[in-house]
């Protein structure tokens, strides 16, 4: 199985979980809303103080990475060398038990894990096998998925300051969710009864995102079964976090009563059972100080959720610059764990970068360079700021001395500067300003390809493919087409519809607001119709007719 968009049974039934929640819950419950209790005994390494994930010196670690679906792509292991070259303190790596999935052997996991150590990562261990239990009939048990580690214990002791354990993937489904609690109490309890002192991560129901708050009602009951105390809660958050208010609720809930969590997965491309808040799923974790790590690398069979395309970094998506360069992005928040040398003491900060020089300018993108800045240590990263004014705005972020700007507006003024990083977190001064004016947005050179996915009764799912043909990418499109047999678009994921009569405009979502040059973007729809459904034939893209096809 390749990662696809997970549908929670409706968007008004976990609103009214996320409710009841509140009102009856109280936060975690008036009963188990308090101070977690301090471990009677700590792991060697990674391990929660005071409902904090620290390392072995007691130093806060946050987990800022990615995951990679390594049990099925195992000749990926280069993907971790690339993905600490974004940035990344952490990778999260799919593993299998065997029950459903070829099981990784002893010697690949250790593979996995001297190559997380030689590339500097922290590294989550999961099985895939759970996932959905109890809805899908083939999936695992907890039970099994713990034997699994402990027919691994030779290779995973004495990795405690390298690795925490993910005893299984999002152990259960939407069916009877209440179910999770006994059999993950339970595995934690195998695992410690085996001997393993590392620190344990668990997955919520209702596959991976709790909308029925079983994780957050029985947060307490589970964490206190574990009597090392070294034991954190992953929510995943897809469609059923879609509003700021549901996941800042649901976080601080945790941070609150002092239960250590993390997001686990998450994912920001709508789809349509939604379009998940990333920008608050990231803010948010920045503010509490909680780790975050996204899905995935690459090799869904949904590619919509690679962060990059074919497992080649060259080929970032608009999903990938989001999380690695975006605000809150993990280039310009993660910090190395300290196991590794980052975070040593160092106070002193880099020199300031050189001025930039701006190439390749396009209405929509800019190539900047400049020089690099130096370190006492070594620089880690830089910071590229828009200045207007006396403020600034994080626009991107770089391991290296370039950067190509995108998403920005045709025929528009812009300044940028650079700020160096190191490892340590000290920032240098801010570099000299460069002046650029985007191009005029092209226009004209596009197709079109329209097909019908599937259809029923008085409805069907459209698939609208956008193709820039130019030599220029194209950002902030609006595509312009007309029905001819009364259908009408209810919901649209990749873009927002907008219709009067037969007439629909579509403008782009944040994922899909540029199309690069020879490349295309992908909307998708829900619409109803009647006897009969003939499709569209002419397009327009910014007011310039398309080729249909």
Sequence with gaps: MRRTRKSPLGTFLARLAALVGLVVLGGLCPGTAQAAVEPGTQATGLHISNGRLVEGNGNDF??????HAHTWYPNELQSLADIKAQGANTVRVVLADGHRWTANSASDVANVI????????ICVLEVHDTTGYGEDTAAGTLDQAADYWIGLKDVLAGQENYILINIGNEPWGNTSPEGWTAPTIAAIQKLRGAGFQHTIMVDAPNWGQDWQQVMRTNAQSVYSADTTGNLIFSIHMYSVFDTAAEITDYLNAFVGAELPILIGEFGGPADQWGDPDEDTMMATAEQLHLGYLAWSWSGNTDPILDLVLNFDPAQMSSWGQRVFNGANGIAQTAKEATVFGGGSGDTQAPTAPGTPTASAVTASSANLSWTASTDN?????????????????TVAASTVNSVTVSGLTADTAYSFAVYARDAAGNRSARSATV???????????????????????????????????????V????????????QTVSNMWGGTAAQSGAAVTVTPASYTNTIPAGGSV?????????TTNTAPTAFTLNGATCVNG
């Design 62 to 67: 946050v987990m800022r990475g990615v995951n």
């Design 114 to 121: 001297a190559q997380c150590k030689a590339n500097r990562l």
């Design 377 to 393: 240590v070594g620089v880690a990263g830089y910071d590229v700021v828009r200045v207007s004014g006396g403020t600034e705005t």
């Design 435 to 473: 002046n650029i004016t985007t191009a005029a947005a092209p226009t004209g050179s596009c197709s079109v390809g329209y097909r019908v996915v599937g259809e029923w009764p008085g409805g069907f799912q459209g698939e609208i493919a956008i193709r820039n043909t130019g030599t220029a990418a």
């Design 475 to 486: 950002t902030g499109w609006k595509l312009g087409f007309s029905f001819t047999d009364g």
């Design 522 to 530: 992908t909307v998708g729809f829900i619409g109803s119709k009647g």
